[in-house]
């Protein structure tokens, strides 16, 4: 089901007014559990059988490590991300190693696997069940460093419940954000109408249907034509731009989304992580992924940097961590080398920046800030091509037209990305400008009508939000 | 600030409401052919006579000359989709054109559900005839691509200019670069080669039929016919599946069929559309052979 859906905004507007009954205010973790499992599978219904069981090996790893002797705790622990990692595996990876290994024969295994579906959101709900049982695992080690607050009640039922919650929970079941486990069960509590702030609710879901409904669904009727061959029949200009224009695409997508997530639970009275920190303005690498898909940023430093040693096993160590860390991250996206090579661009620029900044020095000023901006923008703009084009030789053959092509340049293509550009260049430039005159919040209404009217007026046809595919 | 914001944002709509009908149309541009098959869409829904004589089809179709059929057809022809959506907008709006021509190469593409929620939404339907802003045409980025077209297009020859960049050399019948159609035609092989199931060629040839049975009945002649592709094309798995499905079920002592020169080398951009002189002769046959079929 899609957030831009009549069947979704049916379904949230019912589930709400049941949500906040007085008479079934007991019932409101069940409520919402219900209505998530119907979300899932509103276009697929045995994609459930699978959240379910994964459902289940969280609940019985997590309460084993809580209730169960302390010497077994990190068995169960080992089991619980063992079998999630190898149900993302089988699902995810599965048909790409069956493909290779195997070979795709009718009646093969190779062919059984190849058909596997990917289910929706598989990625995001495998590492949020990760997350549980690490964190319950490490709450319970002597002198726990992370302070992790308490989890897994005595109930078995209890934990059931609130762990269906956790990761069914449909405003972030499917594209995120990631929560993580100390994120989300201290707020599994009774919750009032009255509590819902109302400002965050209306802010999240109107800019998040514009960048999404507006900016990403207008957009993606231009950078439908990176496809090969026909790219080829484009000019350097037009190419240049039409990346440009995804690149500003993929954000919308992927920040709308999000903040949509972000509004809808804010409406039921949980509170999700923030995932995008206006990422374009990043002046480094480094800060990229600080504000860049800030949940998987996290999760990754948290339960792979960190254990892999981190920053604390000298230079090489720590850029060596940084490459695999960006590598995985890159294949977590899907099951083609291109992703693995997009994770491998970033892991290296994240680990030569860092060995940079042992010897250059950057003047503060504004100008230099710019310039650098500039050019991180420009190079995680190239290594979007990795996202848009899986196949390796089509995006040689992309950077080889914007270079070398003949072609004569559609000047309306062009008009057309700038046109649902610049709203989000507008986007940034009205945060920025808030942090310098915060009074100018005041007028904020303005641009609230602005995008409520752009939405009525002017969105595009309706497209999968991108991340689904991961 | 949410109250303020619906309000102003109302105030907003109604102003644009009034202003739209007075805003010049000399910078204005329909981007994209998604957004210009969603006009085609709802202007056949809302501007069309319900017995004018329509033609459905895909990109191959929608290549058909204009000058030729003004007045005369309206094209229901969606560049990426095929005959189906044409055809369940037909069914949908509960019309009976006289005469019907039914492109049959993209019989295995399916009917482009969204835009049939979007054009045949009763709710969605009454506000586009409340006010033009809900349609297509009323988009305020319509204007504003234009504006950019025109900007962009001065900008990028004045620069030209400057530089002295050699002239690009005269757009020919054949526009594509021979390389660039080399690799559209290895493309296209690949994509043509494969045969379709027999389970989802019953599927469509039988659901075609269905509608094409229903609006005979309700008194619409029915011309079938297959554009013509490059010659290296036509014999692949895909199209030969898609030709003997059609023939079986629609035989021809039974329907009407029109058909083109299958010894003629058709000349092609890109392998599956025509060059103009190519369209213009057959849109003229089309022409002339449809007053046949009456």
């Given at each position: 089901?899609?957030?831009?859906?009549?069947?979704?905004?049916?379904?949230?507007?019912?589930?709400?007014?049941?949500?906040?009954?007085?008479?079934?205010?007991?019932?409101?973790?069940?409520?919402?559990?219900?209505?998530?499992?119907?979300?899932?599978?509103?276009?697929?219904?045995?994609?459930?059988?699978?959240?379910?069981?994964?459902?289940?090996?969280?609940?019985?790893?997590?309460?084993?490590?809580?209730?169960?002797?302390?010497?077994?705790?990190?068995?169960?622990?080992?089991?619980?991300?063992?079998?999630?990692?190898?149900?993302?595996?089988?699902?995810?990876?599965?048909?790409?190693?069956?493909?290779?290994?195997?070979?795709?024969?009718?009646?093969?295994?190779?062919?059984?696997?190849?058909?596997?579906?990917?289910?929706?959101?598989?990625?995001?709900?495998?590492?949020?069940?990760?997350?549980?049982?690490?964190?319950?695992?490490?709450?319970?080690?002597?002198?726990?460093?992370?302070?992790?607050?308490?989890?897994?009640?005595?109930?078995?039922?209890?934990?059931?419940?609130?762990?269906?919650?956790?990761?069914?929970?449909?405003?972030?079941?499917?594209?995120?954000?990631?929560?993580?486990?100390?994120?989300?069960?201290?707020?599994?509590?009774?919750?009032?109408?009255?509590?819902?702030?109302?400002?965050?609710?209306?802010?999240?879901?109107?800019?998040?249907?514009?960048?999404?409904?507006?900016?990403?669904?207008?957009?993606?009727?231009?950078?439908?034509?990176?496809?090969?061959?026909?790219?080829l029949n484009e000019s350097p200009l037009?190419?240049?731009?039409?990346?440009?224009?995804?690149?500003?695409?993929?954000?919308?997508?992927?920040?709308?989304?999000?903040?949509?997530?972000?509004?809808?639970?804010?409406?039921?009275?949980?509170?999700?992580?923030?995932?995008?920190?206006?990422?374009?303005?990043?002046?480094?690498?480094?800060?990229?992924?600080?504000?860049?898909?800030?949940?998987?940023?996290?999760?990754?430093?948290?339960?792979?940097?960190?254990?892999?040693?981190?920053?604390?096993?000298?230079?090489?160590?720590?850029?060596?961590?940084?490459?695999?860390?960006?590598?995985?991250?890159?294949?977590?996206?899907?099951?083609?080398?291109?992703?693995?090579?997009?994770?491998?661009?970033?892991?290296?620029?994240?680990?030569?920046?860092?060995?940079?900044?042992?010897?250059?020095?950057?003047?503060?000023?504004?100008?230099?800030?710019?310039?650098?901006?500039?050019l991180v923008f420009s190079f995680v703009?190239?290594?979007?091509?990795?996202?848009?084009?899986?196949?390796?030789?089509?995006?040689?053959?992309?950077?080889?037209?914007?270079?070398?092509?003949?072609?004569?340049?559609?000047?309306?293509?062009?008009?057309?990305?700038?046109?649902?550009?610049?709203?989000?260049?507008?986007?940034?430039?009205?945060?920025?400008?808030?942090?310098?005159?915060?009074?100018?919040?005041?007028?904020?209404?303005?641009?609230?009508?602005?995008?409520?009217?752009?939405?009525?007026?002017?969105?595009?046809?309706?497209?999968?939000?991108?991340?689904?595919?991961? | 600030?949410?109250?303020?914001?619906?309000?102003?944002?109302?105030?907003?709509?109604?102003?644009?409401?009034?202003?739209?009908?007075?805003?010049?149309?000399?910078?204005?541009?329909?981007?994209?052919?998604?957004?210009?098959?969603?006009?085609?869409?709802q202007k056949f829904v809302h501007d069309?006579?319900?017995?004018?004589?329509?033609?459905?089809?895909?990109?191959?179709?929608?290549?058909?000359?204009?000058?030729?059929?003004?007045?005369?057809?309206?094209?229901?022809?969606?560049?990426?989709?095929?005959?189906?959506?044409?055809?369940?907008?037909?069914?949908?709006?509960?019309?009976?054109?006289?005469?019907?021509?039914?492109?049959?190469?993209?019989?295995?593409?399916?009917?482009?559900?969204?835009?049939?929620?979007?054009?045949?939404?009763?709710?969605?339907?009454?506000?586009?005839?409340?006010?033009?802003?809900?349609?297509?045409?009323?988009?305020?980025?319509?204007?504003?691509?234009?504006?950019?077209?025109?900007?962009?297009?001065?900008?990028?020859?004045?620069?030209?200019?400057?530089?002295?960049?050699?002239?690009?050399?005269?757009?020919?019948?054949?526009?594509?670069?021979?390389?660039?159609?080399?690799?559209?035609?290895?493309?296209?092989?690949?994509?043509?080669?494969?045969?379709?199931?027999?389970?989802?060629?019953?599927?469509?040839?039988?659901?075609?039929?269905?509608?094409?049975?229903?609006?005979?009945?309700?008194?619409?002649?029915?011309?079938?016919?297959?554009?013509?592709?490059?010659?290296?094309?036509?014999?692949?798995?895909?199209?030969?599946?898609?030709?003997?499905?059609?023939?079986?079920?629609?035989?021809?002592?039974?329907?009407?069929?029109?058909?083109?020169?299958?010894?003629?080398?058709?000349?092609?951009?890109?392998?599956?559309?025509?060059?103009?002189?190519?369209?213009?002769?057959?849109?003229?046959?089309?022409?002339?052979?449809?007053?046949?079929?009456?």
């Amino acid at each position: 089901m899609l957030f831009t859906s009549l069947p979704f905004v049916i379904l949230v507007l019912i589930t709400f007014v049941i949500y906040y009954l007085r008479p079934l205010r007991s019932l409101q973790v069940i409520v919402l559990t219900a209505a998530s499992f119907l979300f899932y599978s509103w276009e697929a219904p045995l994609l459930v059988i699978l959240l379910i069981l994964s459902i289940l090996i969280n609940v019985v790893t997590s309460y084993k490590i809580a209730t169960g002797k302390v010497s077994s705790q990190k068995f169960w622990a080992i089991m619980g991300v063992s079998l999630n990692l190898g149900l993302l595996l089988l699902f995810k990876y599965g048909p790409l190693v069956a493909k290779t290994l195997f070979g795709g024969d009718h009646g093969s295994i190779g062919h059984f696997l190849v058909t596997i579906p990917l289910p929706i959101g598989i990625s995001f709900f495998t590492f949020q069940g990760i997350s549980l049982v690490v964190e319950v695992f490490r709450s319970k080690q002597p002198n726990d460093p992370f302070g992790y607050p308490e989890m897994v009640p005595d109930s078995f039922v209890a934990h059931l419940k609130h762990t269906m919650l956790f990761k069914a929970f449909f405003p972030s079941l499917v594209a995120g954000p990631i929560v993580k486990a100390h994120e989300f069960y201290p707020q599994i509590v009774p919750k009032e109408l009255s509590g819902i702030n109302w400002q965050i609710v209306f802010r999240s879901l109107v800019v998040g249907y514009f960048l999404k409904m507006v900016i990403a669904d207008n957009l993606k009727d231009s950078t439908f034509w990176i496809e090969y061959p026909y790219f080829l029949n484009e000019s350097p200009l037009t190419l240049v731009s039409l990346l440009f224009g995804y690149s500003m695409q993929i954000f919308a997508d992927f920040a709308g989304y999000s903040l949509i997530a972000i509004g809808l639970a804010a409406a039921f009275g949980y509170v999700l992580p923030q995932n995008f920190n206006y990422p374009y303005i990043s002046r480094s690498f480094t800060e990229f992924w600080q504000r860049w898909h800030i949940s998987l940023s996290t999760w990754l430093r948290e339960y792979l940097y960190i254990p892999l040693g981190g920053n604390r096993k000298g230079n090489v160590r720590t850029y060596l961590n940084l490459f695999i860390v960006m590598f995985l991250g890159g294949l977590w996206h899907g099951a083609a080398w291109s992703y693995a090579v997009w994770g491998s661009f970033h892991g290296l620029a994240l680990a030569l920046e860092r060995l940079g900044k042992n010897w250059i020095r950057f003047p503060k000023h504004w100008l230099v800030g710019v310039v650098q901006a500039l050019l991180v923008f420009s190079f995680v703009t190239l290594a979007w091509l990795l996202f848009k084009l899986p196949k390796f030789e089509h995006v040689l053959a992309y950077l080889g037209a914007m270079l070398h092509s003949r072609a004569e340049t559609k000047y309306w293509l062009i008009g057309h990305v700038i046109t649902y550009s610049v709203p989000v260049i507008g986007y940034y430039a009205w945060y920025l400008l808030k942090q310098r005159k915060p009074g100018i919040s005041r007028y904020e209404f303005v641009i609230f009508a602005l995008l409520l009217t752009a939405i009525i007026l002017d969105s595009g046809t309706t497209g999968a939000f991108i991340y689904f595919q991961f | 600030m949410i109250k303020k914001s619906l309000i102003t944002a109302l105030v907003l709509l109604l102003v644009y409401h009034f202003a739209l009908p007075h805003i010049s149309r000399d910078y204005y541009w329909i981007a994209g052919q998604q957004r210009a098959n969603y006009l085609r869409a709802q202007k056949f829904v809302h501007d069309t006579p319900a017995d004018a004589n329509v033609i459905v089809g895909s990109s191959m179709a929608n290549t058909l000359s204009d000058e030729l059929l003004a007045g005369k057809y309206e094209k229901l022809t969606f560049p990426a989709g095929g005959s189906f959506t044409g055809l369940e907008i037909i069914a949908g709006t509960d019309r009976h054109p006289k005469v019907l021509w039914i492109e049959s190469n993209t019989l295995l593409r399916d009917a482009d559900k969204s835009m049939l929620d979007d054009v045949l939404s009763p709710w969605r339907r009454k506000l586009r005839d409340t006010s033009p802003v809900f349609k297509e045409e009323g988009r305020p980025s319509n204007f504003q691509v234009g504006l950019l077209n025109d900007l962009v297009g001065k900008v990028c020859r004045g620069f030209a200019k400057i530089t002295g960049a050699p002239k690009k050399p005269k757009a020919t019948e054949h526009a594509i670069d021979p390389d660039v159609f080399a690799n559209i035609m290895k493309a296209n092989r690949e994509h043509l080669d494969r045969a379709p199931s027999e389970a989802e060629l019953t599927a469509r040839v039988n659901r075609l039929g269905e509608l094409v049975d229903q609006l005979t009945r309700g008194g619409t002649k029915c011309i079938l016919f297959e554009m013509p592709i490059d010659s290296t094309l036509e014999l692949l798995a895909e199209p030969v599946a898609v030709r003997k499905a059609m023939e079986k079920r629609f035989p021809s002592e039974k329907y009407h069929w029109f058909t083109f020169d299958r010894d003629h080398a058709w000349q092609t951009t890109d392998g599956v559309h025509l060059v103009k002189s190519e369209i213009d002769k057959i849109t003229g046959k089309m022409l002339r052979d449809a007053d046949a079929f009456k």
